[in-house]
């Protein structure tokens, strides 16, 4: 059994605040940040702070970063500074310095900073972990830009055990910009037993693109805060049309795998005009590993053919041939390979395999 985590962001523009929490807040934050940044350069030798309410934020971001795979890619590979970090649980009433998300009151507690309110769609997703049979474990927060200006942002951070599935088939699962959309295959030794593309609403998606084009060309030239101020919110409404996309995109693709007791293996090589391929894998690999579907990027190239390792030539209609007369969509030749490397790719996603072939 191992345990995985998943993580609830909240975002709580700073206007809204309480104007002195906040000050208090970004003081803290830049003590916090000139130790981590010592810390940090150190190789983590830095002892920690002897001060509170420092120490207690050190020794949470500490451990929540061991942790958590997502906050070490911030910090470490992508370098922005270290959120503050707490122990948080579910329950009511204050809790010394710590996270207290309560259900029955709405809100979470941040240590001495106060309460914040919690949204309907933030209390339902909530519930929903508890009733997986997942803890609150950790919260993080930080003071960011958004693209509406400084926003505090708070990370919930749940934990729970899943047991890994043993994969029996392979979801192969192919973003292609060529096609706009999400190809996938269920691929059982040399069968397919379910295939299909899903696509995001293009039309509906360019439109959007046209109507934001001409309001921010009126917004420039007049100069109208209302026609401004649509353009601005055209924008968002399309930005969030794309991301409710990716998101059902991505559970399509876990709930696929689960039914099929498949591991995903992902061959993403284009960007997408329509929607973020790095945002919908991101999705697809953080939902694969909170129900406990073996995943994997994998290049499954369709420039090569499965049949003799020959390269192959595409037409303008996006078939590929070979010499050695194999024919297919580019679209087919993933899966092609997929059924060619089935045992291979299926031991790899043993328990005792080693950890990339
Ligand atoms: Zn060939």
Known sequence: MGRVYRTLLLKYPLEKLQPEAVVQMLKVQQEFHRWAEQWARSGGKTPLPREEPLRRLAVGFVQAASALGWLRERVFKRGLKPPLAFEARLGGGKDAGGVVVDLRRRVVEIGEWGALPLSE?????????????????????????????????????????????????????????QRDGVAYAVVEEERVLERSVLRPDVDKIRHLR?????LEAACARKKNPRVCQRAASTKSSLL????????????????????????????????????????????????????????????????????????????????????????AHRDEVPIAWAQKRFKELILSFSPDAPESV
């Open 210 to 214: 046209k109507v934001i084009s001409r």
């Open 240 to 327: 969030r049309r794309r991301r409710l996309w990716e998101d059902e995109a991505a559970e399509k693709i876990v709930r696929l795998a689960l039914q099929y007791k498949a591991a995903i293996v992902v061959d993403a090589s284009d960007v997408s005009e329509y929607f973020d391929f790095g945002r919908l894998k991101r999705r697809v690999k953080g939902l694969a590993g909170w129900h406990g579907v073996p995943y994997r990027e994998e290049r499954l190239y369709s420039a090569v053919c499965p049949n003799c390792g020959g390269e192959t030539e595409e037409a303008p209609d996006g078939r590929v041939k070979c010499q050695c007369g194999f024919s």
């Open 121 to 177: 769609y933030a209390v339902i997703r909530i519930r929903k972990r508890v009733k997986e049979g997942a803890e609150l474990v950790y919260a993080a927060a930080w003071v960011g830009e958004s693209r509406r200006g400084a926003a505090l942002y708070v990370a919930l951070a749940f934990r729970r055990k899943a047991e890994p599935i043993r994969p029996r088939r392979l979801l192969v699962v192919g973003l292609n910009a």
